[in-house]
C-alpha cells in the first residue's frame, strides 16, 4: 500500500524557517519524481515544488522560488521542503503528492499544516 | 506561467442533476490536465488524468474531455457523495497551475 507521511509542521515566526519531511512507502521511492502541494486556509490548491529522481532538477512556484528548497533522500525514502523567510502567507496544509503512473497527481500525503504567526 | 481559469467558482445543484465545470488554459497544454475532488478536510483525490481518462475506481458518472486550452468535467448524474470542491490540473509546463476550483453545493 502506498504511503505518504508528511511531518515537520507547526507555529513559526514571520522570517523563520522550517523544514518539512515526507516519509514514503509501498513503492518504489528512487523511480518517481515527487511534488510539494499547499492549501492555504479557505483556499484552492496551489503547486510549490517537484524534485526529480536523482534530485538533480528541481521546479518552484514563483512564490517560494528563493526561499523554498525541495530535496529528498533515496536512501530513507524520504522527501523534504526547507522553507526559509516564512510568511504569513506561507501559512497552509502541505502535502506531499506524487503519480506512480507518471500522470500527476495519485497519490497524496494526509498533509502537514504550517502557521507563520508572530 | 500557465494560467487556467475554471468556472464557475461555485455551483448550485440537485442530486440526479447533469453538472459541467469548465477550465480554461492560457495557451495549449495538450491533454496534460487532471481532474480533482476535494472534501473538507481531506486530500485531493484525482478522477481524471490525460483530459479524458477515467481513475480506476473512479464511478463512470464522472467523465472529462477537452484538448488544448478547453477542456470539461462532467457529472451525468449527481449523487449526495459528490458534493464537494473540484479543480483542474495542468501539468504541461512547470510551474503546475491548478484553476481556482469549483464548489459544488447541494440545492
Known amino acids: 500500500e502506498v504511503q505518504l507521511l508528511e511531518s515537520g509542521g507547526g507555529l513559526v515566526q514571520p522570517g523563520g524557517s522550517l523544514r518539512l519531511s515526507c516519509a514514503a512507502s509501498g513503492f518504489t521511492f528512487d523511480s518517481h519524481d515527487m511534488s510539494w502541494v499547499r492549501q492555504a486556509p479557505g483556499k484552492g490548491l496551489e503547486w510549490v515544488s517537484v524534485?526529480?529522481?536523482?534530485?538533480?532538477?528541481?521546479y518552484y512556484a514563483d512564490s517560494v522560488k528563493g526561499r523554498f528548497t525541495i530535496s529528498r533522500d533515496n536512501s530513507r525514502n524520504t522527501l523534504y521542503l526547507q522553507m526559509s523567510s516564512l510568511r504569513a502567507e506561507d501559512t497552509a496544509v502541505y502535502y506531499c503528492?506524487?503519480?506512480?503512473?507518471?500522470?500527476?497527481?495519485?497519490?497524496w500525503g494526509q498533509g502537514t499544516l504550517v502557521t507563520v504567526s508572530s | 506561467d500557465i494560467q487556467m481559469t475554471q468556472s464557475p467558482s461555485s455551483l448550485s445543484a440537485s442530486v440526479g442533476d447533469r453538472v459541467t465545470v469548465t477550465c480554461r488554459a492560457s495557451?495549449?497544454?495538450?491533454?496534460?490536465l487532471g481532474w480533482y475532488q476535494q472534501k473538507p478536510g481531506k486530500a485531493p483525490k484525482r478522477l481524471i488524468y490525460g483530459a479524458s481518462i477515467l481513475q480506476s475506481g473512479v464511478p463512470s458518472r464522472f467523465s472529462g474531455s477537452g484538448s488544448g486550452t478547453e477542456f470539461t468535467l462532467t457529472i451525468s448524474s449527481l449523487q449526495p457523495e459528490d458534493f464537494a470542491t473540484y479543480y483542474c490540473?495542468?501539468?504541461?509546463?512547470?510551474?503546475?497551475?491548478f484553476g481556482q476550483g469549483t464548489k459544488l453545493e447541494i440545492k
Open positions: 503528492a506524487q503519480g506512480l503512473d507518471g500522470w500527476p497527481f495519485d497519490y
Open positions: 524534485i526529480s529522481v536523482s534530485g538533480a532538477t528541481t
Open positions: 490540473l495542468q501539468h504541461n509546463t512547470y510551474p503546475y497551475t
Open positions: 495557451q495549449g497544454i495538450r491533454d496534460d
